[in-house]
């Protein structure tokens, strides 16, 4: 296993993501919610190290 390259670029409540290959996807974060384009999928972060996720491809 080799190394990944990962950036992330944030503007305000916009984060854009980059990998080796270019362009990734993009993410939505306001408070302790947010969206991403790739998985398409609802996340809220819940206190201590849980998260709810709800993904869309599911619902």
């Known amino acids: 296993m080799g190394l990944m390259f990962r950036k992330r670029k944030k503007y305000g409540p916009i ?8 362009f990734s996807s993009w993410s939505v974060k ?3 919610w947010s969206w991403n384009s790739r998985a398409k ?4 972060d819940l206190p201590g190290p ?3 996720k709800q993904d869309k491809s599911r619902a």
């Open 41 to 44: 999928a609802h996340r809220v």
């Open 15 to 22: 984060i854009l993501n980059f990998t080796e290959n270019g």
């Open 30 to 32: 306001i408070g302790r």
């Open 50 to 52: 849980l998260s709810w």
